[in-house]
């Protein structure tokens, strides 16, 4: 076989190997058949460029020069045949298609991220008159929690949101010191934090009444209740957000609105300004 044919061969395993990966990702095929398709595409593209740089680049011949004897024959310069320049043209643009599909095969994954998340991770189901309410859907006024008492609550209407659901803990109003002027968002004594940990997202569902702390049942991440819940042991590094709740004309805790910060742990657009959750 000819390093021309050589390189033709290997160019057309990685073109067939490319489509084959693209049709294996459309089909949502196995990945260990994409990952065949993969490793055949790159292996005949580089086979097919270490042919091509070993037999088919010419080298420069260095000549010294000699004195011509009169009765010498020259040598017959031997110009390019046609058939060569079109062999070569021919593999250039076959190489270059090889290229491009590998290319545009290896980008087609992208494509199953999705849309960018935006401001929907600053967001919850939390809105400004929504009733909590209890697993039941049923609304709670603050006589309903006895001291030292916790449960999950929701937004009436959204019952087991995973971003959306939020501890209620009722303690004295006096024991609270809770920070940046909130303790109007803490009626009778009601204080409500997000149950999204924000150190890995776990639900934190311990409470230990007595010291008034909230413990994360994953990496033991513990929180003061009567200080807006800052981390005092453990990997969290965020208080659990504090849900501003009041009591409306019927006597029923609602929410002032969503939280004031996004819940659970960090992510990547963190700095960013949330739009305004009403």
């Known amino acids: 076989m000819t390093a021309s ?3 033709a061969l290997a160019l057309a395993i990685s073109i067939a190997a490319s489509v084959a990966l693209v049709a294996v990702y459309v089909a949502n095929g196995s990945v260990e058949l994409q990952g065949i398709a993969l490793a055949l595409a790159l292996g005949g593209l580089a086979a097919a460029i270490v042919i091509w740089a070993v037999a088919l680049i010419d ?3 260095e000549i010294e020069e000699r004195h011509s004897f009169a009765d010498a024959q020259r040598p017959r310069e031997i110009a390019p045949g046609s058939q060569e320049v079109t ?3 021919f593999l250039a643009r076959l190489l270059a298609g090889a290229g491009a599909l590998l290319a545009a095969a290896l980008v087609l994954p992208a494509f199953s991220l999705g849309p960018q998340p935006g401001t929907d991770l600053f967001r919850t189901a939390w809105r400004r008159g929504l009733r909590l309410v209890d697993a039941g ?24 949101r995973a971003d959306s659901q939020t501890l209620l803990i009722k303690v004295k109003p006096s024991d609270l ?16 934090y997000s149950k999204v940990c924000t150190h890995a997202g776990c639900p934190v569902g311990l409470y230990r009444a007595k010291e008034h702390l909230l413990l994360c049942p994953c990496h033991q991440s513990t929180f003061d209740v009567l200080r807006g819940a800052i981390p005092v042991f453990g990997p969290a590094a965020r208080p659990l957000p504090q849900l501003p709740i009041e009591v409306d004309a019927e006597g029923y805790l609602v929410a002032l609105g ?11 657009d963190m700095t960013h300004t949330p739009a305004d959750g009403g």
């Open 137 to 160: 859907n049923r609304p709670i006024r603050p006589d309903d929690s006895v001291l030292d008492s916790v449960r999950t609550v929701f937004p009436q209407g959204f019952v087991g």
């Open 177 to 192: 010191a809770l920070p940046g002027g909130r303790a109007a968002w803490a009626p009778h004594g009601c204080v409500a």
């Open 87 to 89: 062999r070569r043209r």
């Open 59 to 61: 080298a420069p011949i």
């Open 5 to 7: 044919r050589g390189v």
């Open 258 to 268: 969503d939280f004031p910060e996004p819940v659970g742990p960090g992510f990547w």
